[in-house]
C-alpha cells in the first residue's frame, strides 16, 4: 500500500479506549505548594469572573477559564463547584 510505503499508517490502538486515555491526560492533579497556588489562582480568578458579571466592561469568560483549569489541576471538588453554579456555569 502507499500508505505503508510512506510510514503515515495509523499506529496500532492501545488496550485502553480513546476516552479513558483522554481521562488520563485530565486527570493529572498537582500536588504540594503546587497545588494551594492553582486553588489560590482558580479562587482570585473566579472572583474577578464574577464581579466581571456586573461590571459592564470587565470580561468575565477570559477569568472563568483560568478559573476552571486552575481547579481542572487542583481540585477535582472546586471543578464540580464551578461547572454547577447557577450563575458562572453554562447552561
Known sequence: MVI???GLE???ASS???RERRDLAF???ARGPMKLVLRTLGVAAAGVGFVGVFVPL???TPFLLVASWAFLRS???LTRKLHEHP???HT
Do not use: F, G, I, K
Request: glycine residues 0%; contains cysteine.
Open 4 to 6: 505503508a510505503a510512506c
Open 10 to 12: 495509523q499506529p496500532a
Open 16 to 18: 485502553a479506549p480513546a
Open 27 to 29: 486527570n493529572r492533579v
Open 58 to 60: 470587565l470580561p468575565t
Open 75 to 77: 481540585s477535582p471538588e
Open 87 to 89: 450563575l458562572l456555569a
